[in-house]
């Protein structure tokens, strides 16, 4: 009897061990599209090599932590070269290099204009339409000013959504690794949970994540910056008014890099390095406040130095915020008083002519005289130079966005063949735990038959 109660015992186990596996099989086919999902897989000891005298069944997480590490980089990655691609595409509209628009468009009318003033200094009505395109000049630069100062505004709107989205997901991530500590093993949801938020996160903002011993995560940003550390977490702030490196701190403490990666890197960097140069801000002038006041300030000293048809001095026609230099450009605008009679267009002196400074005028934009230039590019050309750089620094983003994206396609691939569920090793998995299963039941049944046998021939030897 003591045999057969043995036998009933093991084939008990292996029922419950081959209950488990199923168990995790079937989980695995319910969540095969479930992302943060990682496949368990049930590792059957036979009778003699587990715990027990049966079969025993241990659950193990396909997870890969290097894998996932390969995969969120990639993914911030990513995220990083697509918005600031998508960022810097709206920053390009502004500087239309065709001369059909903006500001290349209205210096071409504003030599147009004073051209056709040398050719008829007396005619007011040609005087009138010269101030004209003077204000289209000005207008053109308060466009791209108040475009750009309204993306600036975006920007910081979406870094300061996106930290608070960080945050979230820090508190996520704090509260799973709470629950592990609780309960060790690989609990499906919570192992879900965890790598969900990981995930997410990593598109956000480029992370570093290390694995403690009780299968809690510690999470730094931008590679320095904690934002959990086991069971707490540590709020971001921003402060976008400040230099880069000082943008984004931790209520947790941490150096934090000069710049990051993901979609709060793309934004930042998008701020930062192409838009605050060109219209100014943290202690810088920007190049389209430089661009303006150059132009505005050269033309203003072409009239003042020279007279009207009538011998009078020169007023000038540009007024622009002098007490600082980063609004110049939203600023500039024509002096409503100046009229077409008091628009200078002769010169004076040994070479004076009666269309002069209106002649000097109508070639300002792409003069060649040392006075007229900036950084020793005439004014068309400085602009040029401008639209140059932000379309250069979208090609780069762009191509750089679809390097990155296949990288993160081929990085998932890889992921997926490591930690995803496969359907069809799922269907040979379940059919061959539910042949084992039924095989075990089978000997339950058969030794269930023998034990009642034995008992009933216990019975009758005793009467």
């Known amino acids: 009897m003591t045999g057969i109660f043995t036998s009933l015992q093991g084939m008990s186990a292996a029922l419950s061990a081959f209950s488990q596996a199923l168990g995790a099989d079937q989980n695995n086919i319910s969540n095969s599209s479930t992302p943060g999902y990682a496949a368990i897989r049930a590792v059957i000891q036979p009778a003699g090599f587990g715990t027990g005298a049966g079969d025993s069944v241990t659950l193990q997480s396909s997870g890969n932590a290097q894998v996932d590490a390969i995969v969120q980089a990639a993914a911030s990655q990513a995220s990083d070269s697509q918005t600031q691609a998508q960022q810097l595409g709206a920053v390009n509209q502004q500087f239309d290099i065709t001369g059909s628009t903006g500001i290349l468009a209205a210096f071409q009318q504003f030599s147009s204009a004073f051209a056709s003033l040398a050719v008829s200094p007396g005619d007011s009505a040609v005087a009138s339409t010269a101030i004209s395109a003077a204000g289209s000049v000005a207008a053109a630069f308060q466009s791209v000013a108040q475009s750009l100062s309204s993306q600036s505004q975006n920007l910081q709107a979406s870094a300061q959504s996106t930290v608070s989205q960080i945050n979230d997901l820090a508190a996520q991530i704090t509260a799973n690794n709470a629950q592990i500590q609780r309960d060790p093993g690989p609990?499906?949801?919570?192992?879900?949970?965890?790598?969900?938020?990981?995930?997410?996160l990593s598109g956000l903002v480029g992370v570093t994540v290390t694995s403690?011993?009780?299968?809690?995560?510690?999470?730094?940003?931008?590679?320095?910056i904690p934002l959990v550390l086991g069971d707490q977490s540590f709020a971001l702030s921003t402060n976008l008014s400040a230099a880069p490196g000082s943008q984004?701190?931790?209520?947790?403490g941490g150096s934090a890099p000069l710049s990051f990666s993901g979609a709060l890197g793309g934004l930042l960097d998008t701020l930062n390095n192409t838009i605050t140069p060109i219209l100014g801000g943290n202690s810088q002038t920007g190049s389209l406040n430089t661009l303006a006041k150059g132009f505005a300030s050269t033309a203003n000293s072409i009239l003042t130095s020279a007279v009207t048809a009538s011998g009078s001095a020169g007023v000038p026609i540009f007024t622009y915020d002098t007490a600082n230099p980063a609004d110049v450009a939203s600023t500039l605008s024509i002096d409503p008083t100046v009229t077409a009679s008091q628009l200078a267009v002769a010169t004076t002196g040994a070479s004076a002519e009666a269309n002069g400074a209106a002649n000097a005028l109508a070639g300002l934009a792409a003069s060649g005289n040392a006075a007229d230039q900036l950084n020793g590019l005439a004014a068309q050309d400085y602009f040029s130079s401008i639209a140059q750089s932000v379309g250069q620094q979208l090609s780069d983003a762009t191509s750089q966005s679809t390097v990155d994206q296949t990288s993160?396609?081929?990085?998932?691939?890889?992921?997926?063949?490591?930690?995803?569920?496969?359907?069809d090793q799922e269907a040979i998995n379940v059919t061959g735990d539910q042949r084992a299963w039924e095989a075990a039941a089978k000997l339950v049944s058969v030794i269930d038959n023998l034990t009642l046998n034995a008992v009933n021939l216990v019975g009758l030897q005793d009467s």
């Open 408 to 423: 993160l396609t081929s990085a998932q691939a890889h992921q997926t063949s490591i930690e995803g569920v496969s359907l």
């Open 248 to 252: 984004i701190t931790s209520s947790g």
């Open 187 to 200: 609990e499906t949801g919570t192992d879900t949970s965890q790598r969900s938020a990981l995930t997410q």
């Open 212 to 224: 403690n011993t009780d299968g809690t995560v510690n999470v730094l940003a931008g590679g320095s």
